[in-house]
């Protein structure tokens, strides 16, 4: 079992060199064509996409509950939830009982959070900025501390919230087991985030940049579960899941409306660009409703998908292929979430397309005078 672990994760991170850098031309000088009501249709679509999914859940009526909780119902939630926390998160000090809860998981998701009490690395390639004065030492400390326990927040969060995900937990302390572990798992930044199925590393993040946003990108590309960027479906039920050549033929066949754009999203497993432009395919797979539709080929899932990225000529990941009555009118290659909202725009543009509106939004009632007088009445 550990033999083929180590491998077969030595083997999931190589593939990740074909992850590309975006290009393309800018989402600006694209949506600068069409008219001010795209203008504003693709801002409202990229600040739904920027939105990182936190949650398995939707939880609005829960935060609603929760603002009116008198002091002794928030201490029972409080010690409810910390009971939930230890039962979901399963700490671990061994790679003996690391590679057991693998076994035990079988094909559901594994996240494993490496983190330590003293250490908290930003993960960036770059060194890490010289300090010169120990109080801004200090502070540079205290404010990284800050941004793990927060990262460890949100995991306990998601924990609680995700039942068929499992969750471990190893807190490095200089022990010569839990030392053996993280060699093991080759972790070489604290903290660390891995993504397990079928005992094979599909991804990891690394350092507390951005790592917050990371665990919901992760869950929503790896978990399939419903998040708020979802609306509470199924990433899967937006997004069509293509696995084989025949599962393409049904997704391009599926529109017959040359009026609608089909967007086929091609990845791969561990390719980082790919996770984190997951979470904009399905927010605009809601936002574009009848404008376009989406799917999702990731192609080292087994034999047919790598023929077909190859059938199709992907030579970097993410590409978007647009299609129009299952025929091919154009490419997109690049991570960047207003570059692919502007390449949609000017797909539908060059047909006299124009996107749905932006969702409508509550507006405040206007004041009266007499009521502003009132106000003004009172803070004086």
């Known amino acids: 079992m550990s033999t083929s672990l180590w491998r077969s994760r030595q083997g999931r991170m190589a593939s990740c060199s074909t992850c590309g850098a975006g290009v393309g031309p800018s989402s600006s000088a694209l949506v600068s064509r069409a008219h001010y009501g795209r203008k504003q249709a693709s801002l409202s679509a990229e600040r739904v996409a920027a939105q990182a999914p936190r949650r398995c859940l939707l939880a609005a009526a829960m935060a609603g509950n929760r603002a009116n909780e008198a002091p002794q119902q928030r201490m029972e939630r409080q010690l409810r939830e910390s009971a939930e926390v230890e039962e979901r998160v399963v700490s671990i000090d061994t790679e003996e009982e690391f590679l057991q809860a693998l076994d035990e998981a079988g094909p559901k998701l594994v996240v494993v ?18 300090i010169h004065w120990k109080l801004d030492a200090e502070q540079e400390q205290a404010r990284r501390m800050a941004k793990c326990a927060a990262v460890k927040h949100t995991i306990q969060r998601t924990a609680r919230e995700c039942p068929d995900v499992s969750f471990l937990y190893l807190e490095t302390d200089g022990s010569p087991e839990r030392e053996a572990l993280v060699q093991k798992l080759g972790v070489k930044v604290l903290p660390t985030l891995q993504f397990y199925r079928d005992g094979k590393l599909l991804w990891e993040h690394k350092g507390v940049m951005q790592m917050e946003a990371g665990v919901g990108e992760g869950m929503m590309y790896y978990g399939d579960a419903p998040t708020t960027t979802s609306g509470g479906e199924a990433p899967s039920s937006l997004v069509a899941d293509i696995t084989s050549r025949a599962g393409l033929q049904q997704f391009l066949g599926a529109a017959s409306d040359p009026k609608v754009l089909q967007v086929l999203n091609v990845a791969l497993t561990s390719a980082g660009p790919c996770i984190k432009v997951f979470p904009a395919v399905v927010a605009l797979s809601r936002t574009f409703k009848g404008f376009a539709t989406f799917g999702r080929l990731v192609g080292d899932v087994n034999g047919d998908t790598r023929a077909l990225i190859k059938e199709l000529n992907i030579i970097e990941v993410p590409t978007f292929i647009f299609f129009r009555a299952g025929k091919e009118v154009g490419r997109h290659v690049g991570s960047s979430r207003g570059d692919l909202i502007g390449q949609i725009l000017l797909q539908q543009e060059r047909e006299g397309l124009s996107p749905p509106p932006p969702p409508v939004t509550a507006k405040a009632k206007p004041r009266s005078r007499a009521g502003m007088r009132r106000g003004r009445t009172a803070q004086q």
Request: hydrophobic share 15%; glycine share 6%; proline share 11%.
């Open 113 to 130: 959070e490496v983190q330590s009490e003293r250490v908290c690395e930003t993960g960036m390639d770059e060194p890490e900025p010289e």
